[in-house]
């Protein structure tokens, strides 16, 4: 056995990683990369940050209008509930309140669920 680093060639697609240069089973499509080249890690890391940017615009978006849809009805069970005699900037401010908490709350449920699929290989670049 040699001292020499083991090679690692990771699929761009799963980020499962194989010690033989060709293909992923899962993915023929896409041809290994050379997880010891720093250009690829950076590579890598660039597409964890693209899928993360994704996933939090996605759930900041989602959660945002679910937000004003809970801040519009719990205004709207207020106002039947007081028998409109509240005054209206009330509304107005559980129907934004509504949706700026939804946006926060996309923010922290983007966190939990996002699990970066190379982060195992581009924790490398920050050990250098
Ligand atoms: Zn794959």
Not at 38 to 58: G, H, P, S, T, W
Not at 87 to 113: D, E
């Amino acid at each position: 056995m040699s001292a020499e680093r083991e090679a690692v060639y990771v699929c761009p697609e799963c980020g499962r990683d194989f010690t033989e240069p060709g293909k992923c089973p899962d993915h023929p499509a896409e041809v290994l990369m050379d997880g010891t080249d720093r250009e690829v890690l950076f590579y890598l890391m660039r597409c964890d940050d693209q899928a993360r940017n994704k996933v939090y615009a996605f759930w900041a978006l989602v959660c945002f209008v679910a937000g004003l849809a809970l801040g519009a009805a719990v205004g709207y069970g207020l106002y039947a509930w007081s028998g409109g005699r509240l005054p209206g900037r009330i509304y107005t401010w559980l129907f934004v309140g509504g949706g700026i908490l939804g946006g926060f709350a996309g923010t922290v449920v983007a966190r939990k669920l996002f699990r970066p699929r190379f982060r195992k290989h581009t924790r490398r670049l920050e050990q250098i």
